[in-house]
């Protein structure tokens, strides 16, 4: 076997794509397939899948066998991609078989006989409002409401609720579980090849306590619901209770109707399930008043540094240099090391890393590739982006690190590649196991747990290294002014330019850029709603890197003009502030929006949004710290200096 010889960055470079195909043979799903429509024809059967049970009140998504629902004779999970899994995704087959535009009438699924663990988790079940997901053609199922606000206007919720409680006798509730199903199928048939398209997947739960004669087999005919006589269930006045030995026996209905929608528009219902009225005013009018608060700070900033500049280079006698004040006083300490410049330079890597994740995903998010139809592409996408954006950081990191005199690259390409990943990946590790000990099927399996270490070892890191080798070998950035060898001493400054409150308000307009769409980002994911504009928040997106940047570059000019030189930490923590806000929004939609009661959900939503919140603080913190950084190169450039 030869053996492979060249350079060190090139041998790595290697190994990590053999560690990345190699994962992408052993784990299937790492791409991120295509739907292409499936032509059925009249009798062909339809599969439907069983997905997780969800609720807005835990958080904590269960199998949908957790409970004593009709099993097939062998239960076949479906492949699942990585972002499935972490998603608490559990996509399974189901005794529902249905036969193409052939409607059945209560079709008896099987007989189930409650214990008392079965009719104890059916009741804890039904009291958190869990919902079951089924999936037919890739299509979700949804149950149609009328909005009562609203005449002739049909909502869609992702889901039926396994039962429903309520009728006090006495003291005691009652528990109802819905055992009959009745299904529509909508269908878009093409004329010429007689062929149909599934459209679209409704469901009308009931709870219905089923009678018959005689013992039971399969064959036996429900006196509540018999196909022969023609009698459906239309009504729940004799509902199914939940209690220790009791008999419940699941049926359902199957209707085909013909529909006028396109496949290729099949998902426009799903998509509209939260709310037709996404209030595009309020929206539209955050962006111009962010865009026009934008605009005017950066006329300030160019006419006022214009009149600066044109000054200074207009200086001519010695006496009128002594008197010079401002920014260009401290130009012999502006550009000196700042305190632990080694952690700047990892999270200002970092932070290019987290940036170069979040754009190309945008992209592709934009371009169709991260539909909602592709469950778990979106969180697929966002970290493979990370493992192949090491490159990145490794680069930015190290390139930092010469400019700012380092000569350890190693040492910083290695805390570069485990700093920020090992703080979240511990976070999602104790938050996992309080998921796993929750007996949850969101809990992620140890198989997944070690794939993600070795995309993290096996690619992230090689490639982490190779960036730092090709950052530390381009020549260092040449400073516009030479720096003093003994330091100015910075004055006492404003109450206003103290470092905690600049930096505070700093955070706001950033975060006043995006919190009208954070709320709907927050509703997508806490509230099991799908997101899909995400051409409007590429455009917040923009919005939000130039905000950073320029509230950034103005907060650092009124430091530079205060003589206070320490502007390296500040530059990264005032962008980065918008975080503080963020979490703080997270805690007021959490108490405001969402129903959560259970400590074990409290604990989780917290600690996700935490993690979220920090991976939004090294991003912004980064956009401020590059643009500051670009910033006072530009001007102390840009004057003569004696």
């Not at 209905?253 to 998902?267: G, L, M, T, Y």
């Not at 290695?414 to 979240?424: C, E, G, I, K």
């Amino acid at each position: 076997m030869a053996v492979l010889k060249g350079p060190i960055e090139i041998r790595i470079l290697i190994f990590a794509c053999v560690m990345f195909f190699s994962l992408n043979v052993h784990i299937h799903g790492f791409y991120l397939p295509g739907v292409a429509p499936q032509d059925f024809q009249i009798g062909d059967a339809l599969m439907v899948k069983v997905n997780k049970l969800t609720s807005t009140k835990t958080q904590l998504p269960y199998s949908y066998y957790s409970l004593p629902y009709c099993r097939p004779e062998k239960i076949v999970d479906s492949a699942e991609n990585l972002g499935e899994v972490l998603r608490g995704d559990r996509i399974e087959n189901s005794p529902f078989v249905f036969k193409m535009r052939e409607s059945q009438m209560c079709a008896a699924v099987c007989r189930v006989k409650l214990d008392k663990k079965s009719a104890k988790a059916l009741k804890e079940k039904i009291a958190d409002e869990y919902r079951v997901n089924m999936i037919l053609d890739n299509l979700p199922l949804v149950v149609p409401v009328q909005r009562p606000d609203q005449d002739n206007v049909v909502v869609y919720q992702h889901g039926f609720h396994v039962g429903l409680k309520g009728i006090f006798v006495g003291k005691e509730e009652k528990y109802f579980i819905h055992n009959h199903l009745t299904f529509t199928v909508r269908f878009h048939r093409d004329i010429q090849t007689d062929s149909s398209r599934i459209v679209g997947f409704e469901v009308k739960p009931f709870s219905v306590k089923h009678e018959y004669e005689g013992q039971w087999n399969e064959k036996t005919r429900l006196s509540t619901c018999d196909p022969h006589t023609k009698r459906a269930v239309t009504n729940s006045e004799s509902p199914q209770e939940v209690e220790e030995g009791n008999e419940i026996i699941f049926t359902y209905d199957v209707d085909f109707q013909e529909s006028e929608v396109k496949w290729a528009s099949r998902w426009d219902t799903y998509l509209l399930m939260a709310d037709d009225q996404i209030h595009w005013f309020s929206i539209v009018n955050s962006m111009m008043i962010v865009l026009f608060l934008s605009g005017m700070v950066a006329m300030i900033m160019l006419r006022t540094l214009y009149r600066d500049i044109s000054n200074y280079n207009q200086l001519e006698t010695h006496e009128e240099v002594l008197e010079e004040t401002g920014w260009k006083l401290v130009h012999g300490d502006v550009f000196r090391p700042p305190e632990n410049p080694d952690l700047l330079c990892v999270y200002a890597g970092t932070g290019v890393q987290c940036f170069g994740m979040i754009l190309v995903t945008m992209i592709f998010a934009c371009l169709g590739f991260l539909s909602p139809s592709n469950r778990g592409g979106l969180m697929t996408a966002m970290l493979l982006l990370w493992v192949f954006m090491g490159l990145l950081a490794g680069y930015a990191s190290s390139r930092l690190h010469k400019t700012l005199r380092g000569t350890e690259w190693k040492k910083i390409a290695l805390q570069t590649a485990f700093m920020f990943p090992a703080t979240v990946f511990v976070a999602f590790f104790v938050l996992n196991a309080i998921i796993w000990g929750q007996k949850s099927s969101g809990a992620v399996p140890f198989g997944t747990m070690f794939a993600l270490v070795v995309l993290w070892f096996g690619i992230s890191v090689p490639l982490v290294f190779i960036g730092g080798y090709i950052g530390f070998r381009r020549p260092a950035l040449e400073e516009p002014v030479k720096t003093n060898k003994i330091p100015r001493q910075v004055p006492v400054q404003a109450w206003y330019m103290n470092p905690v409150f600049s930096v505070l308000i700093g955070g706001i307009l950033p975060f006043g850029a995006v919190f009208i769409e954070l709320f709907f980002i927050l509703t997508s994911i806490w509230l099991h709603q799908f997101y899909y504009i995400f051409g409007f928040l590429f455009i917040v997106f923009i919005i939000l890197i130039i905000t950073c940047a320029e509230i950034t570059v103005v907060l650092c000019y009124f430091q530079l003009c205060s003589e206070d030189y320490q502007w390296w930490w500040r530059s990264y923590l005032t962008s980065g502030s918008s975080a503080v806000y963020l979490f703080l929004y997270a805690a007021f939609y959490f108490y405001t929006k969402l129903e959560i009661t259970k400590l074990v959900s409290g604990i989780l939503y917290f600690g996700y949004m935490l993690i979220v919140s920090y991976v939004f603080f090294v991003f912004t913190g980064a956009i401020g710290f590059y643009a500051c950084f670009w910033f006072t190169r530009l001007i102390y450039s840009s004057v003569k200096i004696d």
